[in-house]
């Protein structure tokens, strides 16, 4: 896209998003621009300085994970841009969750690439209705935190595998953090050298008030499907594992750190240490509500 273009295609990105724009306690800290970075081989960093967004790049088009808030997406395409790539050249679009601060973009990068968009069964219906149902642990009834609706989702079952030319993506369901949450694999080579890459779903187990994961009156209990997404993550074949929220990885330290001899992305022990971290915080959620619980009944 020539120069000129690509201004004229951003300011019309941008006036059309100024109606869909989020706000936010942790907005405007998550949405402050960052400079595109090379992760490994063809994996590139096109995020915001708080929400992750990946662009894996391949000689027969690209696909994009995740697209962060609605007004994050005009900061989005100039990082792929500035990468020197074109946004027409993205053919698919992956989702980690559907929730405001990952998805909300999705709807206006969709339509600046044509590409078709991807998610699990239940994160596919709620891109296209555009809020969350009500069994979504942060489910409010006037949420008015909305996802810009996607038309036309394409729904992956557990373990299905899409490509985009030489490229093969694998999604793993993983429930927990939202009911259709999905974590994306894939390979990236670099010098004859092939690593495993992970891009992981949020694993926080984060609700409105009167939500319980141990279950309630209103609510199964989702402790066993929670803790089998963690140990699926830990299970993973991970070289690389780069999560939805940058920090949960430590994607810009990394970053800084990184040189031509060094690379900090490459962990092995990375998706385990990510599993570990959530379980550690899974538990402490559990002992909380049990202790609500049981002050709630007079124990």
């Known amino acids: 896209m020539k120069p000129a273009a690509l201004v004229l295609a951003l300011a019309g990105m941008n006036g059309a998003l100024a109606q869909d724009a989020v706000t936010c306690s942790s907005c405007d800290e998550w949405n402050k621009p960052a400079a595109p970075f090379?992760?490994?081989?063809?994996?590139?960093?096109?995020?915001?300085?708080?929400?992750?967004?990946?662009?894996?790049?391949?000689?027969?088009?690209?696909?994009?994970?995740?697209?962060?808030?609605?007004?994050?997406?005009?900061?989005?395409?100039?990082?792929?841009?500035?990468?020197?790539?074109?946004?027409?050249?993205?053919?698919?679009?992956?989702n980690s969750h559907a929730h405001f601060?990952?998805?909300?973009?999705?709807?206006?990068?969709?339509?600046?690439?044509g590409a078709i968009v991807a998610h699990s069964p239940h994160g596919a219906q709620v891109l296209r209705d555009g809020t969350p149902g009500t069994d979504d642990p942060q489910y409010e009834p006037n949420d008015r935190f909305y996802i810009p609706k996607v038309a036309q989702v394409k729904e992956v079952k557990d373990g299905e595998t899409l490509s985009v030319g030489p490229l093969r993506f694998t999604v793993h369901h993983t429930p927990g953090h939202t009911p259709g949450g999905t974590t994306w694999t894939w390979q990236s080579c670099e010098q004859g050298r092939c690593l495993d890459m992970v891009y992981a779903d949020s694993l926080t187990p984060v609700s409105t008030d009167g939500f319980y994961y141990s279950g309630g009156a209103n609510y199964p209990d989702r402790t066993a499907s929670f803790r089998a997404t963690l140990a699926k993550v830990a299970a993973l074949k991970c070289d690389i594992v780069i999560a939805a929220h940058p920090s949960a990885t430590d994607a810009f330290g990394k970053a800084a750190a990184k040189t031509?001899?060094?690379?900090?992305?490459?962990?092995?022990?990375?998706?385990?240490?990510?599993?570990?971290?959530?379980?550690?915080?899974?538990?402490?959620?559990?002992?909380?509500?049990?202790?609500?619980?049981?002050k709630a009944a007079g124990r």
């Open 38 to 94: 090379n992760i490994y081989a063809n994996a590139y960093y096109v995020g915001t300085a708080g929400l992750s967004a990946v662009l894996v790049t391949g000689p027969q088009g690209h696909v994009l994970l995740d697209g962060a808030l609605p007004q994050s997406a005009p900061l989005i395409q100039k990082n792929i841009e500035a990468l020197g790539f074109k946004m027409k050249d993205v053919k698919l679009i992956l």
């Open 101 to 113: 601060d990952h998805a909300g973009g999705i709807a206006a990068l969709q339509k600046a690439s």
């Open 260 to 294: 031509a001899q060094s690379n900090p992305f490459i962990d092995p022990e990375g998706c385990r240490k990510l599993a570990a971290g959530a379980t550690r915080n899974f538990d402490a959620r559990l002992q909380r509500e049990r202790d609500e619980k049981a």
